[in-house]
């Protein structure tokens, strides 16, 4: 079905690259310039504070997503049994990484399904690249989706990564008009989101027009795909593509402009990842409109160091504190909480008609 020998290989060199590289973009993800007003009477009590969000006709316990990464491999495997386990013990959403291995090869469907196998009850995200759905867009998203009984499709969009990789000749054509078709025939509602590049008013507009239930914006901050990909043609010699990485590390739309771009275009609920690090991003992203706010490296980071559970903990802390010290008892009350946009944030808004 697909001409690509080099996706296993690919699987696993992205882990160990995110892992053993700083591939993180070397511009912020922009959320440094959007100050929360600190309430010195928050006027309840800090146990008071409710995480609790509505998604896609779920309640979940934290507005938090363990964004796509992995499956394909064993070692994904081990990674994937660990997130499904997370997920399930916070009921929080989970997304896996991207399906296109197991469509190529069957006796890999087992890395992925064990997030279901561990966590039967949890919502989870099946992922399968743009570029992958052009050739029978309904047939390949519902063997996506029953292949891990998913409860939502994440269609990604990479170009960027794409464009920066040795093996690869991205083809967007017929894109769009894919993933229109899986909107039309899905019985699960279907997600696009980028890859760490952000998404423009432009693109949410075209792709609410396309009946996509959410929009993942996964802007520029945190993990940079073009910086993934230096690492990668630098294993295959590959010194030209290499340097066109290089140039193209810190490409995309800073997730804080990503955000407020999209939440003020489209009426469907919008998820922010790209660069969150920690409950204060997450907090910051809920009062800028975000519904759920993802992340990636860090809980692969936080796998390896066998500190999932501490990270989670701490992450759900800071976002309790910083919920309280703004004000707000319930994640719908942080869309009331004042703030203050500055610099280049204020800038960009500002030449976007967006302030
Ligand atoms: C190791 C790794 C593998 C990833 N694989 C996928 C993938 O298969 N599909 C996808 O949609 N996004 C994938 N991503 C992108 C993330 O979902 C996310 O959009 C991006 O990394 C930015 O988030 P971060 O800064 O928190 O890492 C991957 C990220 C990492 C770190």
Not at 238 to 260: C, H, Q, Y
Not at 302 to 312: N, P, R, T, V
Request: charged share 20%.
């Amino acid at each position: 079905m697909y001409d690509d020998p080099d996706i296993f290989d690919r699987k696993f060199e992205h882990i160990k690259i995110v892992l053993d590289k700083n591939v993180d973009y070397k511009i912020g993800n922009w959320l440094e310039y959007v100050h929360l007003i600190h309430v010195s009477i928050p006027e309840f009590d800090i146990d008071d504070v409710d995480t609790t969000v509505d998604f896609l006709g779920r309640r979940f316990s934290y507005p938090i997503l363990i964004d796509s990464m992995t499956g394909g491999t064993e070692k994904a495997y081990k990674i994937n049994e660990a997130l499904g386990r997370l997920a399930g013990e916070y009921n929080i959403p989970i997304s896996c990484g991207s399906q296109k291995a197991a469509l190529i090869d069957n006796n890999l469907v087992y890395t992925y399904r064990v997030i279901k196998d561990v966590c039967p009850d949890c919502f989870l995200i099946g992922n399968i690249g743009g570029m992958d759905i052009v050739n029978n867009p309904v047939e390949v998203a519902q063997e996506v989706v029953s292949m891990v009984d998913a409860d939502a499709l994440a269609i990604h969009l990479n170009p960027l990564q794409e464009a920066v990789q040795h093996e690869s000749k991205p083809k967007y054509s017929s894109v769009l008009e894919s993933i229109r078709a899986i909107c039309d025939s899905l019985d699960v509602p279907v997600i696009v989101k980028e890859t760490g590049a952000g998404i423009s008013m432009g693109v949410a507009k075209l792709l609410e027009s396309a009946g996509v239930s959410a929009i993942n914006i996964s802007g520029a901050g945190g993990t940079s795909w073009s910086a993934v990909e230096v690492y990668r043609n630098l294993l295959r010699s590959d010194k030209l593509m290499a340097e066109v990485g290089k140039t193209f590390w810190n490409w995309g739309i800073p997730t804080a402009a990503s955000l407020i771009e999209v939440v003020s275009t489209v009426d469907i609920p919008v998820i922010a990842s790209g660069g969150i690090r920690n409950g204060i991003h997450v907090v910051k992203s809920l009062v800028l409109g975000a519904r759920l706010v993802g992340m990636a490296a860090p809980f692969l980071r936080a796998f390896y160091k066998g500190e999932l559970k501490f990270f989670m903990e701490r992450v759900v802390n800071e976002v309790k504190v910083a919920m309280f010290l703004v004000g707000a008892k319930s994640v719908d009350e942080l869309l009331e909480v004042n703030y203050v946009i500055t610099g280049d944030l204020f800038e960009w808004c500002k030449q976007r008609g967006l302030i």
